[in-house]
């Protein structure tokens, strides 16, 4: 099986040295695959996705389930986010959403992706998950004066056609409630929004499995799936499992080679955090950071960033395009500069914890969600970024299909369903992706 980055960034067998990893004591110490036997259906993946789609066959229609995963549980996006829960999970613009979809499918995407983040509230509501729940909506910050307009224009857009709460700052309202940043000129906030511990949430999402009897084996890594008389076998390097259904739940980690109709088809993009050492309330003062939500602000090759329950700042970004552990420090460096031009009185603040993981991008720009022609093979992936909200409600979705092996029953936005296209020449998808980052760079140098 290839890989698209350095091996760096595919080790299995550690966790990612994260800020989430050193504040979260839980430790579920899963066993390894290392037999072989059976299941009706087998999830890859133990992510948001892969967890909530198996918990949803269990709970609802009561089948035997099996999950693996290549790591710990958790292991990939799920554990190692930024925890925003934010919306729309897309790249698509909501203009050109509706020129290709038309009106009523993309109000049908907003609302599932609104039903996605109320999905993830009533989830750690009801499986009393603590997970450090910030901020009460989601803002969206003109990083430039150029920008006011276009971002007011956005919010009345939610408001009037998706019937999403907005509200408009202006750039002396947000200095207010907000931050008095140098790259703030105004800002929005929209509901749903919140943000959490992502590990913390992981962890209550795995121990509710176990609750209702899931059988989860870590550092279990699918190297091979074989058919046989209308049955699958997929072989680990200790074991295997027979089963009628897959699921593969893998997004960005998705391993090319092993689901021909399935390779090429994802853009695994990496996205870099960085996170500051605690500050005091006088140096949040120094630039009136109040607010606790998440943020985003209005670049194409957009900043996101937070205050922590403890004070410290998150901020992340797009990462670099190797993936070798060297590579992910020089971008964490970067990163380090762009956070003090914004905050240029924290010049004195140092870094904690850098990390990074894989986002997954499609042709589609969009979600996707479906089942193999004329295989029992169903997925999830391709969330943007934006899988807080969207892959715990694709894993209910999921079941759904598993359940009744028909896509016609999903009573989801047609922009979810299906695969995208393949990549032409996928190995060159890198080389694509490095195109656009260019592009947009220069569109965000002029504030176009």
Known sequence: MSNIYHSDIYQFNKPVPSYWEATSSENLNLDKLQKDISSEIVVIGGGYTGLLCAINLIENYNLDVVLVEAGKVGWGASSRNAGFCCLPPSKMSYKKMQSVYGT???RKF??????????????????????????????????????FDQIKGQAEVYKSEFGIETKVFSKEEFDEVGHGGTEQFGAFSYKPGFAINPLKFLNGLA?????????????TKVEKIEKENGSY???????????KKIVVATNGFYQEGLIPEMDGRVLPVISNIIVTRPLTNEELSLHNFNTYAPIANSKNLLYYYRKLPDNRILFGTRGDFEGSDQSNQNRANDMEKFLKNIFPKWSNVTIDYNWRGLIALSQKLTPSIGKIDNEEIYYGFGYSGVGVSTAPWTGKQLSKLVFSSNSKDLDISLIYKGLPKKFIFPQLRVFYFKLAVWFYRIKDKFNI
């Open 104 to 106: 009523e499918e993309t």
């Open 233 to 243: 076998l997929l072989r680990t390097s200790e074991g295997s499992i027979k089963t």
């Open 110 to 147: 907003f609302k599932n992706s609104v039903e996605g983040a109320n999905y993830t509230k009533e989830l750690i509501d009801n499986y009393n998950i603590d997970c450090d729940v910030t901020g009460e909506n989601n803002f969206v910050v003109a990083h430039h004066k150029n920008k």
């Open 207 to 219: 121990k509710h499995a176990l609750s209702k009897k899931l059988k989860i084996y870590e550092h």
